[in-house]
T-cell receptor
Framework: AQKITQTQPGMFVQEKEAVTLDCTYD???????LFWYKQPSSGEMIFLIY??????QNATEGRYSLNFQKARKSANLVISASQLGDSAMYFC???????????FGTGTSLTVIP | DGGITQSPKYLFRKEGQNVTLSCEQN?????MYWYRQDPGQGLRLIYY???????QKGDIAEGYSVSREKKESFPLTVTSAQKNPTAFYLC??????????????FGPGTRLTVL
C-alpha cells in the first residue's frame, strides 16, 4: 500500500527565513517518484519539485529543495528566503512504478509573516 | 499555450440534479484524473483514465460517472446519488509511461455548490 503523511497542518515562518515542510511516505515499490505541489487560495495546483527514488542528489529548483532521506522514507520540502507569496497549502505526493495513480498527503498550510 | 481547462469555475445546482463538469487538455497526455477536495483537506481520487474508452474507479467513485471518448476530454458527472457533492473538483493529466517521474498537470478547478 502507498501512503503519504504530512504531520504539520499549519506552519508559520518569518519573511526571508527558511522553512521545512515534512513529508513521510510508505511504499513497497522499488522505484517511485516524490512530488511537491503548491496550492494558493485561488485553488490551482502548481508543481514545484520532484525527487526520483534512485536519484543520487537531492532535488533543487530555485528556492525549493527537497531533503530526501530514503532510509527514513522522508522527503521534506525546504523553502529558502520565504516570501509573502509563498503563503499557500503545500501537498506532498508519490507515484510508484506500478500504475499511474498518485497518492497525496493532507497538506500543510504555510503562512509567511511580514 | 498547452494546458488544462475546466469549466465552469463556479457551479451551482439544486439538490437531486445531475451536473457535468468539463475537463479538456491539449497536452497530448494519455492519462487523466478527477479529484475531489473538501475544505482543509487533501485530494481524493474519484476516477482516472489511462487511455481512451477506458477508466478506473478511484477511492470515492460512488455517485460519480465519467467518460473518455476522446483523448483530450474527460468529463465528470456528479449524479443525484452523490450525497455530499459540494466540494472543489480538480482535473489533472499526465503523459503516461513506465517512469514514475512524470508529474501531473492540473486544471484551475471547479467549485460545485449544491443548494
Amino acid at each position: 500500500a502507498q501512503k503519504i503523511t504530512q504531520t504539520q497542518p499549519g506552519m508559520f515562518v518569518q519573511e526571508k527565513e527558511a522553512v521545512t515542510l515534512d513529508c513521510t511516505y510508505d511504499t513497497s515499490d522499488p522505484s517511485y517518484g516524490l512530488f511537491w505541489y503548491k496550492q494558493p487560495s485561488s485553488g490551482e495546483m502548481i508543481f514545484l519539485i520532484y525527487q526520483g527514488s534512485y536519484d543520487q542528489q537531492n532535488a533543487t529548483e530555485g528556492r525549493y529543495s527537497l531533503n530526501f532521506q530514503k532510509a527514513r522514507k522522508s522527503a521534506n520540502l525546504v523553502i529558502s528566503a520565504s516570501q509573502l507569496g509563498d503563503s499557500a497549502m503545500y501537498f506532498c505526493a508519490m507515484r510508484g512504478l506500478t500504475g499511474n495513480q498518485f497518492y497525496f498527503g493532507t497538506g500543510t498550510s504555510l503562512t509567511v509573516i511580514p | 499555450d498547452g494546458g488544462i481547462t475546466q469549466s465552469p469555475k463556479y457551479l451551482f445546482r439544486k439538490e437531486g440534479q445531475n451536473v457535468t463538469l468539463s475537463c479538456e487538455q491539449n497536452l497530448n497526455h494519455d492519462a487523466m484524473y478527477w479529484y475531489r477536495q473538501d475544505p482543509g483537506q487533501g485530494l481524493r481520487l474519484i476516477y482516472y483514465s489511462q487511455i481512451v474508452n477506458d477508466f478506473q474507479k478511484g477511492d470515492i467513485a460512488e455517485g460519480y460517472s465519467v467518460s473518455r471518448e476522446k483523448k483530450e476530454s474527460f468529463p465528470l458527472t456528479v449524479t443525484s446519488a452523490q450525497k455530499n457533492p459540494t466540494a472543489f473538483y480538480l482535473c489533472a493529466s499526465m503523459s503516461s509511461g513506465r517512469s514514475p517521474y512524470n508529474e501531473q498537470f492540473f486544471g484551475p478547478g471547479t467549485r460545485l455548490t449544491v443548494l
